[in-house]
């Protein structure tokens, strides 16, 4: 039985019509907001909550009653006190203050001066009783957003504004059965008897740890569905971090002009629609995280303030930007050094001498300062990806290789344990795995096939074991050497560099490489469109070759040529 049946007794369902309804009654009452660019009030303070689930924990154990319900209401909440601590904790982290500040606040009602999300989040607590479930959320967030869009941040602060509100509630039930004094703020008209209103309060608290608060977000925030009509039809298959700083990037336009948040989202949309034949610029991201976004910002009257707006000038020359620094904090400790010598009384060939001296520490210390303040004002930026974790497409065929030499029969041996561990981390029908081998430079042609005829043994026998229908992941790639006059030996081609040159052609379909040897099914390397290279001691743990492939396949991320 699952959290969510525990908690809804049989009458809900019949319930369940009525909650869009009371949600819309709620946001008419609700219309009013200003912004709030403070601390949260003491009413919210996590740790008022904390300190009162604290002193009732000490109260339940040193005081053991004949009272049937006080017993019952102890044996409840002392089980279940890792959890309610935990949630407490929990709160403590998701309330800072620089996120409270992004919450509109009421600006008139009886919960005037309050966030008006927990304001929302403790009505629908208090009028259904601390009794609801994923489903009686969704619709009553769906029918409160019909009158009253709630933004990015409110939609976040959701699930940690209702567990302030059960937690509150919790001490609620806790106070009138004379366990704790009141936590601050005035009571709640709970219509239920505190005894069973803390079995509810923490069987909420557990639906509450159990709801996939990241598909909740997706299902009903506005500027997602607005994003998802993406023309390049790319925003849907993005992974949840890259859909994420879409997202923060249409709040940051928002918050920083007269705009809504939906209204940022459907002009960016409609810019993506006016150039939708081409994949790069008929993506709704190129506007919202790449080049695209000064047009964007331009079409909603936003101007760069304050460290965003140095952040570009530093982007816009950084080469000059980095070198006229670098020799600014270096001049400086020296003109210094040259002040305090001359001062002194020193001659010029003194001053001359102890300011060359100085030269070298002053430009480590000089390089140290710049890296960190660098680092601070531009901090790095994730590259979007597509979201392959559930299977790479047939148009994004994949060839993980291992250029290596053969050497000695052990190190053959390894290298056929190696490719296999990759394969079974990463076991996507659209990847394939290749060795790409050299005999070892020699001053003689090599001969002795045995290293070569071992590694197509292992390679047969990894197909076999994988594979089906005759066909297998795997294949091994050899080279014929040839004679380097500059070298003066036998080696494969430009070593390396020249394996990886020779295979992009031969995946091109030409013919004319040195690649003389192929073990491995034909099929396998036809449409493979991304290699990803790994060195013999390199490790692809699991999952990660999706990933490379998502961030490769990705419209922003592609190779355009000029």
């Known amino acids: ?21 009371d949600a819309r009654a709620l946001a008419e009452t609700q219309l009013h907001l200003r912004r709030a660019p403070r601390a949260l009030t003491r009413f919210l303070e996590p740790s008022v909550i904390a300190h009162a689930l604290e002193r009732a924990q000490e109260f339940l154990l040193a005081s053991p009653s004949e009272d049937a319900t006080l017993q019952k209401v102890a044996e409840w909440f002392l089980d279940n006190y890792y959890l309610i601590r935990r949630v407490a904790r929990q709160i403590d982290q998701e309330l800072p203050r620089g996120f409270v500040r992004r919450l509109p606040e009421l600006a008139s009602g009886p919960a005037k001066g309050l966030p008006r999300i927990y304001a929302m989040a403790r009505a629908l607590v208090v009028r259904r009783s601390i009794v609801f479930d994923v489903a009686a959320l969704g619709r009553f967030v769906e029918g409160y957003q019909e009158v009253s869009p709630l933004t990015i941040a409110e939609l976040w602060a959701l699930p940690t504004m209702l567990r302030v509100s059960v937690l509150r509630g919790l001490l609620q039930f806790l106070h009138d059965l004379a366990v704790v004094d009141a936590a601050g703020g005035p009571p709640e008209p709970f219509a239920i008897d505190p005894g069973a209103g803390v079995e509810r309060a923490v069987r909420a608290l557990r639906l509450l740890a159990d709801i996939d608060w990241k598909a909740f977000f997706e299902r009903t925030n506005r500027v997602e569905a607005i994003l998802r009509k993406d023309p390049a039809q790319v925003y849907a298959r993005m992974e949840f971090a ?76 950084p080469t000059f930007t980095y070198l006229a620094s670098l020799a600014l904090l270096t001049t400086v400790p020296l003109l210094l050094v040259a002040r305090y010598i001359a001062h002194a009384g020193a001659p010029p060939l003194s001053i001359v001498l102890a300011v060359m001296l100085a030269v ?109 229908d005759g066909g297998g992941p795997f294949h091994l790639l050899h ?23 020779e295979l992009n052609r031969l995946l091109r379909g030409r013919k004319d490489t040195s690649y003389e040897r192929h073990v491995g099914d034909p099929d396998g390397l036809r449409g493979i469109r ?30 355009v040529f000029d």
């Open 1 to 21: 039985m699952t959290a969510a049946q525990q908690i809804v007794p049989p009458q809900e369902v019949a319930e369940a019509p009525s909650a869009d309804a």
């Open 242 to 317: 890259t859909c994420d700083a879409y997202r923060k990037a249409v709040e940051e336009l928002a918050w920083e002009t007269a705009h809504s948040e939906e209204d940022v989202a459907g002009r960016a949309i409609a810019l993506a629609r006016e150039r939708f034949a081409d994949a790069r610029h008929g993506h709704v991201g190129f506007y919202l995280v790449d080049a695209g976004r000064r047009v964007l910002e331009e079409r909603i009257g936003y101007r760069p303030r304050g460290f965003e707006r140095a952040r570009r000038a530093l982007r816009r020359r």
């Open 360 to 468: 070298v520490p002053s430009s480590v210390a000089a390089v140290a300062v710049l890296q960190w303040a660098l680092a601070h004002i531009l901090p790095p930026r994730a590259l979007p990806k597509l979201y392959f974790a559930k299977g790479i497409p047939d148009d994004a065929r994949t060839l993980v290789v291992m250029p290596t030499l053969l050497g000695r029969p052990g190190e053959v041996d390894a290298m056929i344990r190696q490719i296999e561990l990759h394969y079974l981390s990463n076991p996507d029908p659209r990847i394939g795995f290749a060795l790409l081998t050299d005999h070892v430079d020699s001053k003689t042609m090599p001969v002795d096939p045995e290293l070569v005829e071992r590694a197509a043994r292992g390679i047969d026998a990894l197909n076999v074991r994988h594979g089906q």
């Open 479 to 501: 080279r014929t050497p040839r004679w380097n006059p500059g070298e003066a030996c036998f080696m494969g081609w430009e070593r390396k560099r020249g394996k990886l040159e």
């Open 530 to 559: 991304f290699v990803i290279t790994l060195d013999s001691d390199t490790q692809l743990p699991m999952g990660s070759a999706a990933r490379l492939v998502g961030l490769l396949a990705h419209p922003l991320n592609r190779a």
